[in-house]
């Protein structure tokens, strides 16, 4: 697999919608599926389940949010995304999620002059404790957060599509 090719693609109705805070499935113009984090709820998480390929070399990964904004057009908006690793034989699902730290992008710009506008922003992890260790045929968790307490834009962000490209 060559660096930067896509390793998964997550739309909305791939959507796990988490026991707390999730992030709510509408319907855009044109219908299209989005995940709407609001602005006024801060912190709404999505989460994502998959396997990762067994062609993954097992280096760092990039995770690419596509998403637009419901009705900010200035301001700018923070996103956090979180690896769970779910290991054959030892993941419990009884237990507390066990989500590695979350990587950010912060004080991203959202689009100006018009809601709606397509965006797409980047978050690189390394291998290993970045994405709580998760290789090749790992079942595993992404969890996409607004981190709302700090952005400055307002209104819903519509997530879109979440991309993982191998870096």
Do not use: C
């Not at 319907?27 to 989005?34: F, G, L, Q, S, V």
């Not at 998403?67 to 700018?76: E, L, P, Q």
């Amino acid at each position: 697999m060559a660096s930067g090719d896509s390793l998964l693609l997550f739309t909305p109705l791939h959507f796990e919608p988490p026991a707390t805070n999730p992030a709510r499935l509408v319907i855009e113009a044109n219908d299209h599926p989005a995940l709407a984090f609001s602005a006024s709820t801060p912190n709404l998480d999505a989460v994502f389940s998959s396997v990762m390929p067994q062609h993954y070399a097992d280096g760092g990964v990039t995770v690419y949010l596509y998403y637009a904004m419901a009705s900010a057009a200035t301001g700018n908006i923070d996103w956090d995304v979180a690896f769970e690793r779910m290991l054959d034989g030892t993941f419990d699902f009884d237990t507390a999620a066990g989500f590695a730290s979350a990587q950010s992008v912060d004080d991203t710009n959202v689009p100006t002059g018009s809601a709606g506008v397509l965006d797409v922003v980047s978050i690189a992890f390394t291998n290993g404790s970045q994405m709580d260790s998760v290789v090749a045929g790992d079942a595993f968790r992404l969890k996409v957060t607004r981190d709302g307490i700090s952005d400055t834009a307002t209104g819903d962000a519509h997530l879109v599509r979440v991309e993982i490209r191998e870096t």
